[in-house]
């Protein structure tokens, strides 16, 4: 027995070694053990903290303006051929021509042999017209490559002065006569060929689509189905058959646009009779008459037009773009306008520091000896505000008016304090409190106030003016949730 009580103390000594070993107290692990701490520390403040988020200012609308597809009505007629034969075309399709002027020709042969002789000045202008044609060329539009060449021929009859004779009297294969049909009003022959011209001044379409000579009125809501749309290439490298459709001529320029229009939109265009337009395909703009017209009990927008059509005349359907939000300025979250009150000193009672060109204020008090002293404050001015015409109601010299109102922090003067006009030595009574509206600006790492002017907001976001004196400026940064800053916080 006491050999055995003997060895606890040798075991109750191995033990504490074995743990010395291993929770050993050197530098080593006080480093470590401190750092882990602040580890900690340093997470649970993050998690805990309010995350501060940032928002860079930028320019733009409020919102994009609503798209849609519009359909295309305009005066058109559709003109078939008179006789049989082969057609070269001569007008440009999608250019205008002139009345009288050659659209195409029909032989009797596939090649036509005509001899045309051209005086030096018609080729110096057709020269003139492959240059300009040649620096223009974009190989993605190849197919206007035999638009040119069609426009190219064409000039080269005018120059060899082809004319017209009326045509007294045709009839087709059938009998029909040909003032029933829609014909040329002249011909004209080259060669073997006879070219037929265009009844009156319009644009020129090798193409047709069922919508030639509908109008407004006899448009139905099954028209605006762009699947079920297609389009006919009238232009043939085969012979054609008296009554084959030729061609399409549009005779006038006036042209309007139908755009469908739920009852949320026709309600929010409701008031409009002008309305400007963005053709997304070459993002032109231009303006019509609006109005809202209804077909088949549905509500469609009506977009008149007096010019334009020439660059859009191979198009049924335009994607259009409706150019409602006009209001352009700084683009800012709501999440970020704050309200600060200020004090408010009308403008006459500033002065201005001659050596620093800094404004700032005179303010009364006493030096060591206790007389009565004026000392020049030189303070932030947050906003000036222009209020012509009222009086300053805090000025003891009724006579003053107050212009314009200088905002300043509530920190930089007491309630009761006085300025001193250097113009005419008037008193003011610091008293008087405004309110502004503004957000925290972080450019600096801590937060500033800067005053902001809204000029349209929705939901989420505000216009604001980009003009503010010692406001915003393009790609600021802002505090985004500005409830959860004081002015001056250090943020990073």
Not at 37 to 62: C, D, R
Not at 171 to 176: A, H, I, P, R, Y
Not at 178 to 188: E, F, G, P
Not at 243 to 256: C, F, Q
Request: with cysteine; glycine share 8%.
């Amino acid at each position: 027995m006491p050999d055995h009580k003997k060895q606890k103390p040798g075991k109750l000594t191995g033990i504490l070694s074995g743990i010395r070993n291993i929770f050993g107290l050197n530098i080593g692990t006080v480093l470590f053990g401190v750092l882990f701490l602040y580890m900690i520390f340093s997470a649970v403040l993050y998690l805990t903290s309010v995350k501060i988020e940032s928002y860079q200012v930028i320019s733009g609308p409020l919102s994009r303006n609503e798209t849609y597809t519009g359909l295309a009505i305009r005066e058109e007629k559709t003109y078939q051929a008179d006789s049989n034969g082969y057609v070269t075309y001569y007008a440009r399709e999608g250019n205008k021509i002139n009345a009288n002027g050659a659209v195409y020709g029909v032989s009797s042969t596939k090649v036509p042999e005509a001899e045309t002789e051209l005086s030096q000045e018609d080729l110096a202008k057709i020269r003139s017209d492959m240059l300009s044609f040649s620096k223009g060329f974009n190989p993605s539009k190849f197919n206007n490559t035999y638009s040119f060449k069609y426009q190219l021929e064409g000039s080269i009859l005018q120059y060899a002065g082809v004319t017209a004779e009326p045509v007294s009297s045709m009839s087709t294969e059938d009998g029909t006569d040909a003032s029933s049909v829609n014909y040329y009003a002249a011909t004209a022959t080259l060669g073997n060929q006879t070219i037929r011209k265009a009844p009156a001044d319009g644009i020129v379409l090798y193409c047709k689509d069922g919508y030639e000579g509908k109008t407004i009125d006899s448009i139905t809501s099954e028209d605006f189905d762009q699947n079920s749309y297609h389009e006919t290439d009238l232009k043939t490298e085969n012979s054609v058959k008296a009554g084959d459709d030729i061609y399409t001529l549009i005779t006038d320029e006036r042209w309007s646009l139908l755009i469908p229009l739920s009852e949320k939109q026709a309600v929010k265009l409701a008031d409009r009779t002008t309305i400007r337009v963005k053709f997304l395909k070459d993002d032109m703009t231009q303006s019509g008459d609006f109005s809202i017209v209804e077909i088949d009990g549905g509500k469609y927008g009506r977009i008149d037009f007096n010019k334009g059509l020439i660059r859009y005349a191979t198009e049924r359907f335009l994607e259009i773009e409706l150019v409602t939000n006009t209001v352009s300025g700084l683009k800012i979250p709501l999440s970020s306008i704050v309200t600060k009150e200020f004090y408010t000193i009308p403008s006459e009672f500033s002065t201005l520091d001659e050596e620093s060109q800094e404004v700032g204020f005179m303010m009364e008090g006493r030096d060591k000896n206790g007389e009565k002293t004026s000392i020049f404050k030189n303070i932030s001015i947050y906003a000036k505000v222009d209020l012509s015409g009222s009086n300053a109601a805090a000025a003891e010299d009724s006579s003053d008016v107050k212009s314009s109102l200088y905002y300043v922090d509530k920190s930089e003067f007491e309630e009761g304090d006085a300025i001193i006009s250097q113009k005419n030595q008037g008193k003011y009574i610091i008293g008087d409190i405004g309110v502004l509206e503004g957000v925290y600006c972080i450019n600096k790492g801590y937060a500033v106030f800067r005053r902001i002017e809204i000029l349209d907001q929705n939901e989420e976001y505000a216009i604001v003016s980009k003009n503010t004196a010692y406001g915003l400026a393009r790609y600021d940064h802002i505090v985004k949730n500005a409830d959860a800053v004081k002015e001056e916080d250090i943020l990073y």
